[in-house]
């Protein structure tokens, strides 16, 4: 927190990667950069891409109109994994950290990052990706989504039901937001194929096979297998 703020202080944009700060200094830390117009992304920010630039655990995704604020580290890599793979590109891809949209920090890196994603002349269409905010802070954002000047693409995983509210698309799945955004772009949506299974592997009892590294993931595949 002690060498955040001297960051803060010089007037540069902070990446935390590390979880050990307390919340009461998140909060400071991120009333600090709003004040100065800087991003705060964390603590517990493993994902972000600025300018093209992949930092912490990030893929090389390639350049586009498409901003995405998330607080999920491999939610926003799949997003920004699965828009490129529907044929669009990111502009930005700004994490917040695990607990931006809890009630205690109130989405302050949040609502900063899409201020900032709103703003940017290479961005034509916005992303959001987050675990269930709170109650309060998910009120708040979608209030703030309606007002944004872009088209918005959102997932709060969790949402049963996707819905269309003005400027911005509600989806349930971390692919659907992919793939709404490419088409709020007005870019061709490159469909894939599914590849179907080896009939070897269709036999027997029906079993649930996986391996997920990252909360958003994990969390996403327990929804669509409930």
């Known amino acids: 927190a002690e060498e955040a703020e001297e960051a803060l202080e010089l007037g540069k944009h902070v990446m935390l ?10 909060r400071r830390l991120k009333e600090l950069g709003n ?5 705060v992304m ?11 630039v992949p930092l912490a655990f990030a893929n090389v995704i390639q350049r586009g109109s498409i901003g995405v ?14 828009i490129e793979r529907f044929g669009g590109g990111i ?5 917040t950290g695990g607990r931006d949209l809890h009630e ?3 989405g302050l890196t949040m609502k900063n990052a899409l201020a900032m994603l709103d703003r940017d002349p290479q961005t034509k269409v916005i992303t959001v990706v987050s675990k269930p905010p709170a109650p309060k802070v998910e009120a708040e954002l979608k209030g703030i989504l309606a007002g944004l000047s872009k088209p918005c693409s ?10 269309k509210d003005g400027n911005v698309v509600y989806s349930t799945t971390l692919t659907d937001a992919a793939r709404e955004a490419v088409r709020l772009c007005g870019l061709p949506v490159m469909e894939e194929k599914e590849q179907p299974l080896p009939e070897e592997k269709l036999s027997g009892a029906p079993k649930i096979l996986g391996l997920y590294s990252g909360g958003a993931i994990a969390a996403e595949a327990v929804l669509l297998i409930r």
Do not use: M, R, W, Y
């Not at 990667?17 to 998140?26: A, I, K, L, P, Q």
């Not at 604020?69 to 699965?82: F, K, R, S, Y």
């Not at 502009?91 to 994490?95: D, V, Y």
């Open 154 to 163: 959102v997932v709060f995983l969790g949402d049963k039901k996707a819905v």
């Open 35 to 39: 004040e100065k117009g800087l991003l």
């Open 104 to 106: 205690e920090i109130g």
């Open 42 to 52: 964390g603590p517990d920010c493993g994902t972000s891409i600025l300018s093209g």
């Open 17 to 26: 990667f590390s979880d050990n700060v307390s919340e009461e200094d998140e």
């Open 91 to 95: 502009s930005h891809a700004i994490g």
């Open 69 to 82: 604020a998330g607080a999920a580290g491999t939610g926003i890599q799949e997003v920004c994994a699965a």
